[in-house]
């Protein structure tokens, strides 16, 4: 594998001729999926990542970047309490019934690997010597990996409402109805 890579760069090397860079970078700090939601409070959690970068310079100050990076990324999600949650649903005996989600303490840890190819517009000058600055403009490419998803909650109360019969029912265990302390699930 290193000697396919190192073939790879030698001839991008032959090829191109001019004024080129190859970088290396690691980075990290708060990384993930940013949520809005009027139901709860998303935070992005620590991330990070490794790559590599080409740059070729068509001029003396502009190039074009592109390369490969793996990153990790993560992020929590705190559903606020007194939310609830119905569907529509039919039991056992063909009757249309809602079925409702009271959660409490509810938090999801997600996470996920993704690669991503970034391709940038370049510029870079020289202030001195052995000094000088550059600025990018580009995006990035993302294929991400499935998402690895830990739920919680300190409490689920799970009832079912039957508006034909003006009933909910909250006290049947063995049908999905009753309350479920310290919830707790996974899921991709």
Same mark, same amino acid.
């Given at each position: 594998m290193k000697i396919k890579i190192f073939t790879c760069l030698f001839l991008i090397f032959i090829l191109f001729g001019h004024a080129q860079e190859i970088s290396i970078k690691i980075e990290g700090g708060a990384s993930g999926i940013s949520y809005d939601s009027a139901m709860g409070n998303g935070t992005l959690g620590f991330g990070g990542g490794v790559g590599i970068n080409y740059t070729y310079y068509f001029t003396k100050h502009w190039g074009v970047q =592109?390369? $490969? +990076?793996a990153r990790y990324n993560s992020n929590s999600f705190t559903l606020d309490n007194n939310q609830q949650f119905t569907s529509n649903e039919i039991d056992n005996e063909s009757s249309a019934f809602q079925y $409702? #989600? /009271?959660p409490d303490e509810y938090v999801e840890d997600q996470h996920f690997y993704?690669? /991503?190819i970034p391709v940038m517009l370049h510029y870079q000058s020289s202030i001195s010597n052995k000094t000088g600055f550059y600025f990018g403009f580009g995006g990035k490419v993302m294929f991400s990996t499935k998402q690895q998803v830990n739920a919680s909650a300190d409490k689920l109360a799970l009832s079912g409402y039957y508006p034909d019969l003006n009933l909910e029912i909250d006290d049947l265990? +063995?049908?999905g109805f009753g =309350? #479920? /302390?310290n919830w707790s699930d996974d899921a991709e």
């Open positions: =592109t390369g $490969i +990076e $409702i #989600v /009271n993704s690669f /991503n265990p +063995e049908y =309350t #479920v /302390n």
